[in-house]
């Protein structure tokens, strides 16, 4: 994945950028290793098939991660710092899903070096997140 970096004084309103990710067996059973979410759904597919979804689902907080690595790899890019990110989870993630992570930015906050940006996890055409984050951008004379 290559990284870009935006200073502050790059941002306007309108950029965007994304990343794109399938949702494989691995991750979720790793994403389960390290935060210790081993609910049922996400790991279990006898009680899964219980479930409403019928099948395991992986843990929203893993596709949420993709946000985070747009922010940090793409746009703004390395050296930004995540401030608060809102989320609504609005359909269920499969593994064999493609993710892709979308951001926009939609306010720059020249006082604090903040950047608001629309956040969206789409799977092909279906919204499966949305929500908005905001990030600290350094600026060129900071770095």
């Known amino acids: 994945m290559s990284e870009q970096l935006y200073y502050f004084e790059d941002m306007q309103e309108g950029m965007e950028a994304?990343?794109?990710k399938t949702v494989t067996e691995a991750d979720i059973v790793q994403f389960a290793g390290v935060t210790?979410?081993?609910n049922p759904v996400h790991v279990n597919a006898e009680f899964?098939?219980?479930t409403?979804?019928?099948q395991r689902i992986a843990h929203g907080m893993l596709s949420a991660g993709f946000i985070s690595t747009v922010l940090g790899m793409r746009l703004p890019g390395p050296g930004c710092i995540y401030v608060s990110q809102s989320l609504r989870f609005r359909a269920p993630v499969f593994i064999g899903d493609t993710v892709t992570a979308r951001v926009k930015v939609t306010g720059l906050k020249p006082e604090r070096n903040m950047v608001t940006l629309e956040t969206v996890c789409s799977v092909g055409d279906k919204?499966?997140?949305t929500g908005e984050?905001?990030?600290m951008v350094p600026r060129r004379e900071q770095a």
Do not use: L, Q
């Open 133 to 135: 984050a905001v990030v």
């Open 127 to 129: 919204e499966v997140i």
């Open 18 to 20: 994304s990343f794109s």
């Open 36 to 38: 210790g979410d081993f």
């Open 48 to 50: 899964a098939a219980t």
């Open 52 to 54: 409403m979804f019928k």
